[in-house]
């Protein structure tokens, strides 16, 4: 059974940084690609940060060079270090694992989300 659980959210002041992280079980990330996705109150998923399973990445128009997004083979983990957050980052912050490459549509392992709230 495949499991995805973030961790590292919270609450951070404008200006702050932040980092994510997602452990995965039954699943195996260094072979797949991965992301973070983030969906804020009444607006639609949006992909922040993908990591192809041979290192490439593409961000979000928005993150303007602010995040990174990494992985650890070795803890099997997928982390997104956030630097400069602004008020308009504030979402609930999600984990993916591919199951089909590439970041045109939306596939794959999901975990439960962790909050992100930025206050101005």
């Known amino acids: 059974q495949v499991q995805l659980v973030e961790s590292g959210g919270g609450l951070v002041e404008t200006g702050g940084t932040l980092n994510v992280s997602c452990a995965g079980s039954?699943?195996?990330?260094?072979?797949?690609?991965v992301a973070w996705y983030r969906q804020a109150p009444g607006k639609q998923r949006e992909l922040v940060a993908g990591?192809?399973?041979?290192?490439?990445?593409t961000y979000g128009d928005f993150v303007k060079g602010r995040f990174t997004i990494s992985r650890d083979n070795a803890k099997n983990t997928v982390s997104l270090q956030m630097n400069s957050l602004k008020p308009e980052d504030t979402a609930v912050y999600f984990c993916?694992?591919?199951?089909?490459?590439?970041?045109?549509?939306?596939?794959?392992?999901w975990g439960q989300g962790t909050q992100v709230t930025v206050s101005s």
């Open positions: 039954g699943i195996t990330f260094s072979s797949r690609a």
């Open positions: 993916n694992a591919r199951i089909i490459p590439g970041w045109k549509y939306e596939n794959g392992y």
């Open positions: 990591l192809s399973s041979i290192g490439a990445t």
